[in-house]
C-alpha cells in the first residue's frame, strides 16, 4: 500500500468533508488532530470565513464501524478531542480507506481502545480492564527517545485495551462499564458523536457515512 495513495485519499475525505459541511455563515470551526485533519486545516484556509464561533468540528478516528463508532487516540489526544467534539454542533469524521471496519470495531485497529488514566491508578485500571475480559492491556509506551510512559496533554498515560472485535450494538455497554472504573478518565470510544464520516478510497471515490 503506497503512502501517496494513503495521502491521496486523505486529502479527498478532508476537502469532500469542508466543502460539504461548512458554510460561509459558519463561524466556529473545531479541528482534532492526526495528519488528516492537517488537510481539513488547507481547505478552511482556502475558505473565506471572517468571523469565528464553534459550529462544525473536523476530526480523524483511528477505525469507525458502520454505526459511526469510532476509536480514536492513536495520538493520546482522545480527551481533548471528545470535548471539542461534544462542544460542537456537529461532529464530522475524515479519515483514508484503512479506518472503515466492514463492521465492527477491533476489526483494523488491532491495538484496541486507548483508555486515559490517572497516573497512580494505571496498575488497578490494568487489571479492572482483565476482568472485564480484555484479551490484552498495556500501557502505552513513550519509546526509546522518550523512555517511560506516553503523557498526555492532561499529565495522563494511556492504556491501550483489546476487547477483540465489539459487536455493532456491544460499543456503549462496554464504554459504560470502562468509564466507571475509578481512575479512568476518557476512553477513546466515540459512540453517539459523528454525524457523518468521509472516507477517501483507493480509487480516488469517497464513501460517506
Ligand atoms: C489522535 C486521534 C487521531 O485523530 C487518529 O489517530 C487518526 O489520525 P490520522 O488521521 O493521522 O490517521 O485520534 O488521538
Given at each position: 500500500m503506497s503512502e501517496e495513495l494513503i495521502e491521496k485519499s486523505k486529502k479527498l475525505a478532508a476537502f469532500a468533508a469542508v466543502n460539504e459541511n461548512v458554510s460561509k455563515s459558519d463561524r466556529i470551526i473545531g479541528v482534532g488532530s492526526g495528519s488528516t485533519v492537517v488537510y481539513v486545516a488547507e481547505r478552511l484556509g482556502q475558505l473565506e470565513n471572517k468571523e469565528k464561533f464553534i459550529y462544525v468540528a473536523f476530526d480523524g478516528a483511528d477505525e469507525i464501524d458502520t454505526n459511526l463508532n469510532l476509536i480514536k487516540g492513536g495520538g493520546a489526544a482522545l480527551y481533548q478531542e471528545k470535548l471539542v467534539a461534544s462542544l460542537s454542533r456537529k461532529f464530522v469524521v475524515v479519515a483514508d480507506f484503512r479506518k472503515q471496519s466492514p463492521e465492527r470495531?477491533?476489526?483494523f485497529w488491532r491495538k484496541g481502545v486507548p483508555i486515559e488514566?490517572?497516573?497512580n491508578?494505571?496498575?488497578?485500571?490494568l487489571k479492572d480492564l482483565f476482568k472485564l475480559g480484555a484479551?490484552?492491556?498495556t500501557l502505552r509506551d513513550a519509546g526509546k527517545a522518550k523512555a517511560g510512559p506516553v503523557v498526555t496533554d492532561n499529565g495522563n498515560f494511556v492504556i491501550d485495551a483489546d476487547f477483540g472485535e465489539i459487536p455493532l450494538n456491544k460499543v456503549k455497554e462496554l464504554d459504560e462499564k470502562l468509564i466507571r472504573l475509578v481512575g479512568v478518565v476518557e476512553?477513546?470510544?466515540f459512540v453517539d458523536y459523528a454525524e457523518k464520516a468521509y472516507i477517501g478510497n483507493e480509487d480516488g471515490s469517497i464513501t460517506s457515512l
Amino acid at each position: 500500500m503506497s503512502e501517496e495513495l494513503i495521502e491521496k485519499s486523505k486529502k479527498l475525505a478532508a476537502f469532500a468533508a469542508v466543502n460539504e459541511n461548512v458554510s460561509k455563515s459558519d463561524r466556529i470551526i473545531g479541528v482534532g488532530s492526526g495528519s488528516t485533519v492537517v488537510y481539513v486545516a488547507e481547505r478552511l484556509g482556502q475558505l473565506e470565513n471572517k468571523e469565528k464561533f464553534i459550529y462544525v468540528a473536523f476530526d480523524g478516528a483511528d477505525e469507525i464501524d458502520t454505526n459511526l463508532n469510532l476509536i480514536k487516540g492513536g495520538g493520546a489526544a482522545l480527551y481533548q478531542e471528545k470535548l471539542v467534539a461534544s462542544l460542537s454542533r456537529k461532529f464530522v469524521v475524515v479519515a483514508d480507506f484503512r479506518k472503515q471496519s466492514p463492521e465492527r470495531l477491533g476489526h483494523f485497529w488491532r491495538k484496541g481502545v486507548p483508555i486515559e488514566v490517572v497516573p497512580n491508578s494505571y496498575v488497578k485500571v490494568l487489571k479492572d480492564l482483565f476482568k472485564l475480559g480484555a484479551n490484552s492491556a498495556t500501557l502505552r509506551d513513550a519509546g526509546k527517545a522518550k523512555a517511560g510512559p506516553v503523557v498526555t496533554d492532561n499529565g495522563n498515560f494511556v492504556i491501550d485495551a483489546d476487547f477483540g472485535e465489539i459487536p455493532l450494538n456491544k460499543v456503549k455497554e462496554l464504554d459504560e462499564k470502562l468509564i466507571r472504573l475509578v481512575g479512568v478518565v476518557e476512553t477513546g470510544f466515540f459512540v453517539d458523536y459523528a454525524e457523518k464520516a468521509y472516507i477517501g478510497n483507493e480509487d480516488g471515490s469517497i464513501t460517506s457515512l
